[in-house]
């Protein structure tokens, strides 16, 4: 059975429901520890959302120099799939894994709704299993959640389709061209706000449309014979 | 410090409340961080300038200077 990594680091929030996710999806959900380098042997790795180390410095700054993250970025460079959430997001970008930054929503409020998104592209590891252009709604929870880049960075993605999902109705937190995700250049690393571990089944989230983040890695770890 | 381009809403609001408690004349605020860092007389500035880029700031979103007090 495919094994998808969940890391867990002081602070860490939402490592439950994306184990419940990978395992909704029908995955090996296996715990991963921050203070470790071995992987365990997964096939692919989710950096969950929370306060890791309790955001102190700038989100995400102290995780990135985990022992488990030096092992995710070595990985990740052989082309294992990585999946950033919210805070996970965050990790990604401070460990260069992902371009870009999340810094405080222009509104300053924390925000926490069930959030209108459009996927843009069905050509990552992430998210082949959803349809070009489909509008989904999953729960976005953060304070630090506006994605910048400078100007090169920003026309890059747009040009190389790296943008994966945007906010659609109102933009939730003043994010660079409605930016919720984005993928590295091999499209095999996905970074975003939203939660989509939290909107796996209509029992216990506003949707189900989450779980195709889950099952698309699941596909694309079986066609490439890993 | 933010880039100049970043948008600094947690600045605006500070300008914004100085002029509500009658503090006229702030045109504008950006808030930043400030370390203080008790080093051996043996680190280097460039050891400095290190730890600057690679921890304390982002720099794809921070401008940061180093100085010895």
């Known amino acids: ?226 | 410090m933010p880039k100049p381009e970043i948008l600094d809403p947690q600045g605006q609001a500070i300008a914004g409340a100085l002029g509500r408690l009658g503090f006229a004349g702030v045109a504008s605020v950006r808030q930043g961080k400030h370390f203080e860092l008790d080093v051996d007389d043996g680190v280097d500035d460039e050891t400095l300038h290190k730890i600057a880029e690679a921890v304390l700031a982002n720099p794809v979103i921070e401008d940061w200077t180093v100085r010895r007090a």
């Open chain 1, 1 to 226: 059975m495919t094994r998808v990594g969940v890391i867990t680091f002081p602070g860490s929030l939402d490592d439950g429901d994306a184990a419940r996710a990978v395992r909704y999806a029908g995955a090996d959900a296996v715990p991963l520890w921050h203070a470790d380098t071995d992987l365990r042997g997964v096939d692919a790795v989710v950096v969950p959302g929370g306060f890791s180390y309790g955001d102190y410095l700038r989100c995400g700054a102290i995780a990135r120099f985990a022992p488990a993250m030096a092992s995710v970025v070595e990985a990740a460079g052989r082309g294992m799939p990585v999946l950033g959430i919210c805070n996970g997001f965050q990790i990604l970008c401070e460990a260069g894994l992902l371009p870009g930054a999340l810094v405080r929503n222009a509104g300053l409020h924390f925000v926490c709704r069930d959030q209108p998104l459009r996927v843009e592209r069905n050509d990552t590891a992430w998210t082949s299993r959803y349809e070009q252009g489909a509008q989904i709604v999953v729960p976005l929870k953060s304070g630090e959640g506006r994605y910048v880049a400078d100007a090169s960075t920003r026309r890059e993605l747009e040009a190389a389709g790296r943008v994966i999902f945007r906010y659609v109705d109102a933009n939730p937190n003043g994010a660079l061209g409605d930016i919720a995700g984005i993928c590295s250049a091999d499209r095999r690393i996905v970074g975003l706000m939203p939660h989509p571990e939290h909107a796996i089944d209509p029992l216990t989230g506003p949707s189900d449309h989450g779980l195709a983040v889950f099952t698309s890695v699941l596909d694309t770890l079986v066609g490439s014979g890993t």
